[in-house]
């Protein structure tokens, strides 16, 4: 990314110059990466500035008149634009799947699009998106899925969908860049209009550093993700096992098979916000960075059936590329000992 902030400073809209043409060819190679990483035509991949103005635009092929539906457990920037259409939210079961059955009648003559996460950041869920995409399919509408969970953690396939939105800060990219990958021959309505950049789908000069972290990110993701992948699933289970054996009244939330380094965890008991607070040498969540400062319980665990008091003892632990098992035992251990502490301070 360096030399595209200082010698390579060209704007890749204006061509007719040298230091653009530069700019320009770095972008459309990138484009060129990005597609090839998910199977895709470069001409489908749209540069955004990250995950939620791509859902955003996504949600925004929804005309007034027309029906859309997603989930409960969606991330916000699913669920606002969402709220100002005819919306139908569809409730998960309690691990956070979304019932291919309650998907199929949940689908009117007027309904234009299905947005479904691939994976949920919160508890972990992999959707079955190809299960999903397919009752789409069959009644002739549009399908989204926010991928930005999955990408470079598990396999995806695009090929799937009619859109998909992902971030490039979620894989060791850069922040404020993304992408929108837009199946050929699907008509969008851009949000952000008056530059013409990226063929009218979102004007605005396009991030080039930005553009090029986010191909180099998943370059390397293409390379480790398997191992990875094997690695922090191994790492997650053995901090599940120690948190079970040696902390009482302690209960794990989602699926079995779920992302490899998510873990959500409820202490009884416990409010997590002063959890979190003892927690001198790990930086852990009650939810999603979006959510973040809001008080009440998670609403992806509510959604799921979760009690309130349940809830609002839970933490996520996200595991990644430089964490090793000293860093579990670790944290177990000063689990164990704020957790003890916090219910004498309680009981007393």
């Keep these: 990314m360096l030399p595209f902030f200082?010698?390579?400073?060209?704007?890749?809209?204006?061509?007719?110059?040298?230091?653009?043409?530069?700019?320009?060819t770095a972008v459309e190679d990138a484009r060129i990466a990005v597609a090839r990483f998910f199977g895709v035509l470069p001409p489908e991949i749209y540069f955004t500035a990250g995950a939620t103005e791509s859902n955003n635009i996504a949600l925004n092929l929804v005309r007034p008149g027309e029906h859309v539906v997603t989930s409960l457990i969606e991330h916000k920037s699913i669920v606002v634009p969402a709220e100002r259409a005819d919306v139908t939210f569809l409730k998960p079961d309690a691990e956070g799947f979304v019932d291919p059955d309650q998907l199929r009648d949940a689908l009117r003559p007027n309904t234009k699009l299905v947005s479904i996460a691939w994976?949920?950041?919160?508890?972990?869920t992999i959707e079955r998106i190809r299960e999903l995409a397919a009752i789409c399919r069959e009644r002739g509408v549009l399908i989204h899925s926010d991928a930005t969970q999955a990408v470079g953690k598990i396999p995806v396939d695009f090929s799937l969908l009619d859109l998909a939105s992902l971030s490039a800060h979620k894989i060791y990219g850069p922040k404020g860049i993304g992408a929108l990958f837009v199946r050929r021959g699907t008509r969008m309505h851009p949000l952000i209009v008056g530059g013409g950049q990226e063929r009218n789908v979102r004007s605005g000069t396009v991030n080039v550093p930005g553009v090029i972290g986010l191909a180099a990110a998943l370059q390397l993701r293409a390379e480790e993700m398997d191992a990875e992948g094997l690695r922090l699933a191994a790492l997650r289970d053995g901090l599940r096992n120690q948190l079970l054996a040696t902390i009482p009244d302690v209960s794990i939330n989602g699926p079995e098979l779920r992302l490899p380094g998510n873990l959500n965890v409820s202490f009884d008991r416990i409010d997590a916000e002063s959890l979190i607070l003892a927690m001198k040498r790990f930086s852990l969540s009650t939810g999603s960075a979006c959510s973040a400062g809001e008080r009440g319980p998670s609403r992806v665990l509510v959604a799921c059936g979760v009690s309130e008091p349940r809830a609002m003892g839970s933490i996520r632990i996200g595991l990644g590329k430089s964490n090793t098992e000293e860093h579990t035992s670790l944290l177990a251990a000063d689990l164990r000992r704020a957790v003890a502490r916090l219910r004498e301070i309680t009981a007393a």
Excluded: D, Q, V, W
Excluded at 6 to 24: C, D, K
């Design 6 to 24: 200082t010698e390579n400073f060209g704007n890749p809209a204006a061509i007719t110059s040298a230091h653009g043409r530069r700019a320009s």
């Design 119 to 124: 994976a949920n950041g919160e508890i972990g």
